[in-house]
């Protein structure tokens, strides 16, 4: 049995709140264990200089910390984001755009806003799955009021945090987990299955590649089996 008591390959609960924000486009709390994440996405008519007259849409993300979210007081980043911020709003942002058909969205930039309130593990799989929950709402609200005249939502992007333990390959992984695992690792998939990112670091030890692959299809499969139907649940597809 695991920290909280959970079988290997059991996932921490998942509750995803959507209007949670009134004023975005889009905006999503997702509760995931003790985690807590506020994804919002917010449309606006321009697109990077890069897209410019492309008639090419473009989806980026911020994430940050809060001050409380974590056991110690987390500084505000007020100068700009730091390494750390800069990578996991990076992979949130290829992550999602792999949601979308970019042609389609005409000139405009949704930006994925996730913050988070509580960390206690998979901040950055949770607002990739939050986030592509606010990114559908958006979109749909697009549709609904004709300011965008056809759907580039490809389907859901969706991703799981996971690690070895001792001896064990654990979903979901808890802080505690993370701190003591030999390796951690982020998968994210696409609703098809797909592989769309893996980010993997074995700090504790070398881990052979027959690991890395088993590890990986678990991921996935919990994705499609689990994850993947929340996030249609919650946006009503």
């Known amino acids: 049995m695991r920290v909280d008591g959970r079988q290997n390959d059991d996932l921490r609960e998942i509750e995803i709140e959507t209007g949670y924000q009134p004023l975005p486009d889009g905006s999503v709390m997702i509760t995931w264990g003790e985690t807590r994440v506020l994804c919002s996405a917010s449309v ?21 910390m809060l001050p409380g979210s974590g056991n110690r007081r987390i500084q505000r980043e007020r100068s700009g984001a730091k390494g750390r911020t800069q990578e996991i709003q990076r992979l949130i942002g290829r992550s999602l755009r792999q949601a979308v058909n970019l042609d389609r969205m005409g000139e405009r930039t949704i930006t994925i806003d996730c913050d988070v309130l509580i960390a206690d593990g998979g901040t950055r799989v949770a607002s990739i799955v939050g986030g592509a929950v606010a990114l559908r709402l958006a979109i749909k609200r697009q549709i609904v009021e004709r300011k965008m005249k056809e759907d580039p939502f490809r389907g859901y992007v969706s991703a799981l945090s996971l690690g070895v333990v001792g001896d064990d390959i654990l979903l979901d992984l808890c802080y505690d987990e993370d701190f003591r695992a030999v390796m951690d690792m982020n998968v994210v998939a696409s609703e098809s299955g797909e592989l769309v990112e893996l980010q993997a670091t074995a700090e504790g030890g070398t881990v052979p590649l027959k690991t890395v692959n088993t590890m990986t299809e678990k991921a996935i499969k919990a994705i499609r089996e689990i994850i993947i139907p929340l996030q249609r649940e919650a946006s009503a597809e």
């Open 44 to 64: 606006e008519y321009r697109v990077p200089f890069f897209l410019a007259g492309k008639g090419s849409g473009w989806i980026t993300a911020e994430y940050g």
